[in-house]
């Protein structure tokens, strides 16, 4: 039997999503954060994404050993402060907004450059960092429920 060393984490994934919009919507946009996040991160090996091998053998692969934390924002506006803070703190983030739904990327784009940001109404952010600056940026939010 392979037995790995443990190492304690020093690293969460986390989702706010907006309570305002539908949970459809919202899985959408995780989806696309969560898969965006990754791809834009520069030190992969920081997300510790690892195999996990079931009894039987198989394989379930690039799960991350870190915490992935879904909590809970009142408003767009909650998101929006957030985001500032993480841009001010240079802590890697990815969100969604509400001009990326409906018809085809090109459109979404073309209507997310035509709006201001201050008009931009946030589904969600998808951030990744260091426990301690990440817990200490979110705590106002509740656990999504």
Known sequence: MDHQEFRPLTYKFVAVLNKKIPVPNLMNALGHMAAGLSASYQNIPDMRFDSYVDQDGGIH????????????ADNSNKI?????????REIHFVD???TMT???????QQRTKETPEAAL??????LFGPIEQIN???RKFSLWR
């Open 61 to 72: 692969k690039s799960i991350s050993d870190n915490p992935f934390i879904i909590l809970a």
């Open 80 to 88: 929006r402060t957030l985001r500032n803070s993480l841009i001010e």
């Open 96 to 98: 969604f907004t509400s």
């Open 102 to 108: 409906v018809g085809t990327y090109f459109e979404q």
């Open 121 to 126: 109404e946030y589904y969600g952010i998808c």
């Open 136 to 138: 200490e940026l979110t």
